[in-house]
């Protein structure tokens, strides 16, 4: 692990919120085990091991039913040891990847029956060395015709020169962390805004609602966040997603508690009918619809 990241909490508070029954932990992610699945050589940040069992040993205490797990760029286009997660969760787990144009049509198929149903495009440039746009667009017509969707993790920033090429993509697009929002800002940021009108004009956006512990600036229980998710979930309850980030790579500020995190989902999903949407309908619609 690099010297300057922070191992995951390994002893979480029990959150007081009782998720409902079905609910999943839409975006986390599985780290090696390293002697097992190697990390990519190319990869611009060396994670704690984070092996599935710890996934789903949290998952359970959390009080959730299911996961979906996102390919992680630390292992770059392996996908071993999401798949191995994938086919060793009881069909519990449905999974992201990450593929390059060479993917052949027998891989994908095989990532098909493995549970996988997107992949993920990473435009953070710390993070990755970011392919060609129409490397991106060839692999989106192709996952496509599986009925996948496309993932995308960006920068606030960024928004505006990528909008064109994800209005392009031929399938759903999902965004990470609500888009990465300027949180000391407000939610009437013209940045911020830009992100809701997006997904105000576009039915094929949805967007997940986590990632607290990256966007704050104040710090736990995140509350500084909480009026930005709030206006996703309620002003498209039918698009959005929550999942835990587990186990957090690249934080150094602070590493939060999921218990906490877990917590925080009442505060910006306020009724039932809101949780229900967020953590069991619309995943099961964009997961386990077949």
């Known amino acids: 692990m690099d010297p300057d990241y922070l191992p995951f909490c390994a002893n979480p508070t029990r959150p007081k919120f009782k998720a409902p029954p079905g609910a999943v932990d839409a975006h986390c992610h599985v780290f090696g085990p390293a002697a097992t699945f190697p990390y990519a050589p190319e990869r611009k940040y ?22 979906v797990i996102v390919q992680g760029s630390c292992h770059g286009k392996d996908n071993r040891a999401m798949l191995d997660a994938l086919v060793n969760s009881s069909g519990k787990a449905r999974g992201v990847a990450v593929v ?12 098909h029956e493995k549970g996988v149903r997107g992949v993920r495009f990473n435009f953070v440039k710390r993070l990755v060395d970011v392919p060609p746009l129409e490397e991106l667009s060839h692999i989106g017509k192709r996952v496509a015709d599986l009925g996948w969707h496309i993932v995308v993790y960006f920068e606030a920033r960024d928004l505006a ?3 064109p090429f994800f209005k392009s993509l031929p399938t759903k697009i999902i965004v990470d962390h609500m888009g990465r929002p300027d949180v000391t800002k407000g939610t009437d940021d013209a940045q911020f805004q830009s992100f809701v009108r997006l997904l105000r004009d576009n039915e094929k ?3 997940k609602v986590n990632g607290e512990e990256r966007i704050t600036v104040q710090g736990p ?5 909480i009026p930005f ?3 996703l979930v309620e002003t498209f309850p039918d698009r959005v997603l929550w ?4 186990p957090h790579p690249n934080m150094k ?3 939060p508690d999921d218990g906490v995190l877990t917590d925080s989902i009442p505060k910006f999903a306020s009724t039932a009918s809101l949780r229900q949407k967020l953590l069991v309908d619309n995943p099961q619609r964009l997961y386990w619809s077949d």
């Open 46 to 67: 060396t994670p704690c091991d984070a092996p599935k069992e710890k996934l789903f040993a949290l998952r359970d205490f959390l009080g959730f039913s299911r996961n």
């Open 100 to 111: 390059g144009s060479a993917i052949t049509p027998a891989e994908l198929k095989d990532m």
């Open 161 to 163: 020169d990528l909008t």
């Open 205 to 207: 956006f949805w967007t």
């Open 221 to 225: 229980p995140y509350d500084d966040v």
């Open 229 to 231: 998710s709030r206006l």
């Open 243 to 246: 999942g835990t980030d587990w």
């Open 253 to 255: 500020s602070h590493m």
